[in-house]
Structure formats: structure tokens, C-alpha cells
């Protein structure tokens, strides 16, 4: 069973950085793609960055392109998300998904899902 477990979220300042991590504490762990997704108050879930099973491929939504970067360590069952230069606009709530059954930059593709890790930005 995959289980999700994000960190690292935190309050920063505008053009400061975080390292967020997602890392697997299910006893059986499968090399998954891998996804992170964020939600605002008042908006909809979306895409943020999404890694194949082997961090060899990777997509990023426009909005953070250039200023963040998923990888990930099969060994320890961890993908990370380093995002620098951060903007007030990047606050929300961050998820980890893993699984994706279709497309893997589209929320409903994932069957499994961590608890979010708050980020706030501030000006």
C-alpha cells in the first residue's frame, strides 16, 4: 500500500526558496511517476511538476518553469520539489500524487494522494 507523506512546507519570503519532500511510508513501494499539485483558497487544485518512474522525464506547468525542480530517490522512496524564487502567487496548500493511471499532469489520473504541505509566500 502506498502512503504519502509530504514536508518541508513553510512561510517565506518573496524570491526565498523551500525544498518540499514526499516520501513513501507504505510497506510495499512500487516506482511510481510521481506528481505534485497545489491548491489555493478559492481555486481549483492544479498541476505543478510531474516525474516519470525513473527521473528521467519530467514536465512542469508553466508558471513554475525555471524556478522549480522535481526529482526523485528510489532508494529512499522520496520525490522532491525545490522551488526558488518564490512569489506571493505560489502560496497554497502542496500535494504529492502518485500513480497516475492516465496523464500525468491531470489530478484525476492518481490513485494515491498525500496530505498537503502548507506554503505561504509572503511579500
Known amino acids: 500500500q502506498v502512503q504519502l507523506v509530504e514536508s518541508g512546507g513553510g512561510l517565506v519570503q518573496a524570491g526565498g526558496s523551500l525544498r518540499l519532500s514526499c516520501a513513501d511510508s507504505g510497506r510495499t513501494f512500487i516506482n511510481y511517476p510521481m506528481g505534485w499539485f497545489r491548491q489555493a483558497p478559492g481555486k481549483e487544485r492544479e498541476f505543478v511538476a510531474t516525474?516519470?518512474?525513473?527521473?528521467?522525464?519530467?514536465y512542469y506547468a508553466d508558471s513554475v518553469k525555471g524556478r522549480f525542480t522535481i526529482s526523485r530517490d528510489n532508494a529512499r522512496k522520496t520525490v522532491y520539489l525545490q522551488m526558488n524564487s518564490l512569489k506571493p502567487e505560489d502560496t497554497a496548500v502542496y500535494y504529492c500524487a502518485a500513480d497516475p493511471g492516465g496523464s500525468s499532469w491531470i489530478s484525476l489520473s492518481y490513485h494515491y494522494w498525500g496530505q498537503g504541505t502548507q506554503v505561504t509566500v509572503s511579500s
Open positions: 516525474i516519470s518512474h525513473n527521473g528521467g522525464w519530467t
